[in-house]
């Protein structure tokens, strides 16, 4: 643990340089990149295909190492954690949503939720309580029994966000949320994205291709061939607003007609 807990995430000239590989030569996807973020911002990183946003959201979640330079979280200093430790910061610290949902479809949205809670050795009936709490606070309470098949697009991104909160992490990573997703669900998922992070000050980083997913945050950046800068500032979303037509989306019912993107 570093004793600089002011950001939630530094990355101090950071690099990343994949191997050649077969015929493929070496890819420098990440150069020397630097930024310090303060807990409980949310904050977008814009960039192609390509760019390398998804290496980023690896190198912050633990699950890849940089080449060069210090990546801190939470006061964790990855590139200096054990393997065990390292195992503990992927399961409590960070949260992870993705485009494809990549929810279990044999487990239903309640043991969805519960199985990074199973991880960590929660007894049964905290994971369950806690589990129901996060699928209503998405919206979700109706539906903890259904499995991913049965639930639309939006519906499963909002269990994804659930689980991704099981553990309360400090962090939450997610690589393109809304790319799969219709414009209503994508407004959801975004609003309650900010959401989380007011209520309860988690730092959360999205990436994406989309500029307007870009606008639902704090801060702004952009990310070209491994370099990231920042663009802008943007005022905090207002995510208590009553006059939208998404309301029903919180109480969702099992014949209402949100399915065009499952
Ligand atoms: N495991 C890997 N091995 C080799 N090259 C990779 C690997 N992962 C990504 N790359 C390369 O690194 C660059 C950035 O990729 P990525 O981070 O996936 O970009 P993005 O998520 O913005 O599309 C690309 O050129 C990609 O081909
Ligand atoms: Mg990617």
């Not at 940089?66 to 590139?79: E, F, P």
């Not at 909160?165 to 997703?181: F, K, M, S």
């Not at 994508?186 to 307007?212: A, C, F, M, W």
Request: charged share 30%; proline share 5%.
């Amino acid at each position: 643990m570093s004793d600089d807990k002011e950001y939630a995430i530094e990355l101090e000239k950071v690099s990343k340089e994949y191997p050649p590989h077969g015929k493929a030569g070496a890819v420098s996807a990440l150069r020397d990149v630097t930024v310090h973020l303060r807990a409980g911002t949310s904050i977008a990183i814009r960039g192609d295909s390509g760019s390398g946003k998804t290496t980023l959201l690896n190198l912050l979640g633990g699950m890849d190492s940089a080449s060069q330079g210090r990546v801190v979280v939470g006061g964790w200093d990855l590139g200096h954690l054990s393997e065990p430790d390292l195992c503990e910061y992927r399961a409590t610290k960070v949260g992870f949503v993705f485009q494809t949902f990549n929810l279990l479809p044999e487990l239903t949205a309640l043991e969805n939720v519960e199985l990074p809670m199973e991880a960590v050795r929660t007894g049964r009936s905290e994971r369950t309580a806690r589990a129901t709490r996060l699928l209503e606070s998405v919206g979700m309470g109706e539906r903890t029994r259904h499995r991913p098949g049965r639930l639309s697009g939006g519906e499963q991104q909002r269990v994804a966000i659930a689980r991704a909160l099981a553990n309360d992490p400090d962090v939450i990573l997610a690589d393109e949320p809304t790319g799969n997703l219709d414009q209503r669900s994508r407004n959801v998922v975004l609003r309650l994205l900010q959401t989380v992070r007011e209520k309860y000050g988690t730092t959360i980083v999205i990436v994406t291709h989309d500029p307007s997913v870009a606008a639902s945050c704090e801060k702004e950046y952009r990310i070209k061939k491994g370099n990231l800068r920042w663009v802008a500032d943007h005022a905090p979303v207002v995510t208590s607003s009553a006059d939208d037509d998404e309301e029903d989306d919180d109480e969702p019912s099992p014949d209402d007609g949100d399915r065009s993107d499952r």
